[in-house]
């Protein structure tokens, strides 16, 4: 006769800091890891932004429309031109 009994998988993993990552990766591929990301080539880009079209408004923060003038010297400014 034979027994159905299902076996529970057991589970095994090892949490590695970030050096033995590097030094993993240095053994499987011998040069160091990239600092940064490559750039994609500017036809790959272009063709991206045509298919995707807001996918270039994820760069976009706030801070790249911060005014350092102060508003009263903005305000000056725009009173003169009149």
Request: aromatic share 12%.
């Amino acid at each position: 006769m034979l027994c159905s009994v299902k076996k529970e998988k057991r589970k095994f993993w090892i949490a590695l800091s970030c050096e033995e990552i590097k030094e993993d990766i240095f053994v499987m591929t011998s040069p160091k890891p990239a600092r940064r990301p490559r750039k994609q080539p500017k036809n790959v880009q272009k063709q991206m932004h045509s298919v995707f079209l807001g996918l270039w408004l994820v760069g976009i923060t706030a801070d790249a429309y911060r005014v350092t003038d102060t508003p009263a010297k903005v305000l000056f400014f725009f009173l003169s031109l009149f």
